[in-house]
């Protein structure tokens, strides 16, 4: 099936230090949705973005939606361990519609 | 906040055996659930739409005479993976939508079922 374009496909970091990873795609979508998943478990929603050019905070992340509507960042700052899972972006091209998802950033992180 | 139970959360099964995973919506009326296959270390495979009343649209590759879903209300949708081989092993994961909800209807996903054949 179709899926995003999303880097990088895993970080290693020290707590405390920011993270930024990002998604596109060739096809434009309205909606953007940022993921996390923990091992064992279904995703659970971050961000969600509606509005080309919004930018979302939710605590320590930030997600913006590309002006072109085919791209979608997300950053973390000041990373903690339990930040550790795998981020998923997935964009949706109509209300209602199926969910496109990217190949997934794996987080790990240092304390 | 919007709740989806999953169960089980995990299954072992014999080859040749059908197994059945259901799909609830606890706290909201979902006219449209989604069930998704992911293999270790992959991401999630959109394999059927479930629409509350009628026929499920399942994605090109899946064999809807072997992923048997069935969405009879508006708050659970079952799928059943009919006589299980060892390569359908894998994680199962439904996702749920509320119906007529506007734009902020990020989708509730339950927290899937291991599917283990042997």
């Known amino acids: 099936g179709q899926q995003l374009n999303q880097s990088p496909q895993s970080m290693f970091i020290q707590e405390g230090e920011d993270v930024s990873m990002n998604c596109t795609s060739s096809s434009i979508f309205n909606t953007w949705l940022w993921y996390k998943q923990d091992p064992g478990e279904g995703p659970v929603l971050l961000i969600a973005?509606?509005?080309?050019?919004e930018l979302t905070s939710n605590g320590r992340l930030t997600a913006q939606f590309g002006i072109t509507r085919k791209d979608s960042f997300l950053n973390i700052s000041a990373s903690i361990p339990s930040d550790v899972g795998i981020y998923f972006c997935?964009?949706?091209?109509?209300?209602?519609?199926?969910?496109?998802f990217g190949q997934g950033t794996e987080l790990s992180v240092k304390p | 906040g919007a709740v989806v139970s999953q169960h089980p959360s995990r299954v072992i099964c014999k080859s040749g055996t059908s197994v059945k995973i259901e799909c609830r919506s606890l706290?909201?009326?979902?006219?449209?659930m989604f069930w998704y296959r992911q293999f270790p270390k992959q991401s999630l495979m959109l394999m059927a739409t479930s629409n509350e009343g009628s026929k499920a649209t399942y994605e090109q590759g899946v064999e809807k005479d072997k992923f048997l879903i069935n969405h009879a209300s508006l708050t659970l949708s079952t799928l059943t993976v009919t006589s299980a081989h060892p390569e359908d092993s894998s994680f199962y994961i439904c996702s749920a939508r509320a119906g007529g909800g506007g734009t902020s209807d990020g989708y509730t996903f339950g927290s899937g079922t291991r599917l283990t054949v042997v």
């Open positions: 997935a964009g949706r091209y109509n209300q209602g519609g199926k969910l496109i």
């Open positions: 706290d909201f009326q979902a006219t449209t």
């Open positions: 973005l509606y509005k080309a050019g």
